[in-house]
């Protein structure tokens, strides 16, 4: 019944708006990915490691997202809604409550000055932390980061977002309801920030520095949460194009004591022709503390990981990609193994 009046509720608003000549302000999109990817572990229950959200299921073809967008853009209102489903949203979304799984972005924005490109925003909205998001086809590589599966995907709260008159810098600030969440935990009541600063001194160049301040933790804790994240990209559109990050966070990880994890990644990406490309990654995530990343094992969690992928552009907006990857851990976390191999393909279709 609920779903069936939300539904009532957007139609009549799409009649309304037709009515007075706004929907030609309305833009749609989708996305689908279809993967099937090989887990050499061969984990039994088909699930791949706890510290991956996309292509998460081994041995099986599957969906790892399928998204329908909306947005809506006037002079001084914007608006956007995406709905999702597929194991991204499955499993990255697990903690939030049934309704919520399904959002990938709704957010409402109002410009607030008449002089400056500054506007104020609220809702679910993608993360301001890290180059990668859940949508392949966007991304370099076909499956994410070390670093970005276990970093924020989205976040829920109110952005105030400046953009320089030619682009070149954008600042934003955020106020959070906190790590990676839509509905704040009970046992969570102090808020979390946000910074994210980027500089754009040619079309080929973008360096970002963006930060998480808060915490993830029940207030009896009194831990305080800090994610720096900076990365530098490079990108010849025809040719060549180099991608460098880093995280480094702190965290309590008991009662009384704090912990550092770090990730460095460098990702190259050749293009071949028009239709053809290459991407290769190298990563190490180190997080001994186990603060975001739980084995159970005396060294935590300290891994390499290596990628390689072929992208080749089929039709239109469809690609086809493949992936080896191979993780080297420093203790036995991979089915009684310190190494992990796994071979991903997948096919995109971007609307």
């Known amino acids: 019944m609920k779903y069936t009046l939300l539904l009532g509720i957007l139609l009549l608003s799409l009649k309304i708006f037709s009515q007075n000549n706004h929907l030609k302000k309305f833009s749609f999109g989708a996305y689908a990915e279809l993967y099937y990817s090989y887990d050499f572990s061969s984990p039994q229950n088909h699930e791949k490691s706890n510290f991956l959200y996309n292509h998460k299921r081994h041995n099986e073809v599957n969906f790892n997202l399928l998204l329908l967008k909306a947005n809506y853009t006037d002079k001084n ?28 972005e709704a957010t409402i924005g109002m410009s607030i000055s008449k002089k400056q490109n500054l506007w104020l925003e609220a809702g679910v909205m993608p993360s301001h932390i890290g180059f990668e998001s859940a949508i392949s086809a966007d991304c370099w590589t076909l499956t994410r980061s070390l670093l970005a599966e276990n970093s924020p995907y989205y976040e829920t709260g109110i952005k105030l977002g400046y953009t320089s008159k030619k682009e070149h810098i954008i600042i934003n600030i955020f106020y959070l309801n906190g790590w990676q969440k839509i509905v704040k935990p009970n046992n969570i009541q102090k808020p979390s920030f946000g910074t994210q600063v980027i500089y754009k001194p040619s079309n080929n160049i973008l360096l970002n520095y963006s930060t998480f301040l808060g915490t993830d933790n029940a207030d009896s804790m009194h831990a305080f949460r800090q994610l720096h994240n900076l990365y530098l990209q490079y990108d010849a559109t025809s040719k060549f194009g180099i991608t460098a990050g880093l ?11 704090y912990g550092i994890w770090y990730s460095p990644v460098l990702i190259i990406r050749q293009r071949i022709n028009k239709k053809t490309s290459l991407a290769f990654r190298g990563e190490y995530y180190s997080d001994p503390k186990q603060i975001i990343i739980s084995t159970g094992t005396n060294n935590g969690f300290q891994t390499f990981g290596f990628s390689s992928n072929l992208d080749v552009a089929l039709h239109g907006n469809i690609k086809f990609r493949l992936e080896g990857k191979m993780y080297q851990s420093k203790d036995v976390i991979f089915s009684n193994k310190k190494n992990n191999y796994a071979l991903t393909t997948n096919l995109t279709l971007k609307l």
Not at 92 to 103: K, R, V
């Open 77 to 104: 209102f914007r608006a956007n809604l995406g709905l999702m489903a597929g194991n991204y949203a499955q499993y990255n979304l697990a903690t939030e409550p049934t309704w919520a799984q399904f959002i990938y």
């Open 247 to 257: 995280d480094v966070g702190m965290d309590k990880f008991n009662a009384t004591h």
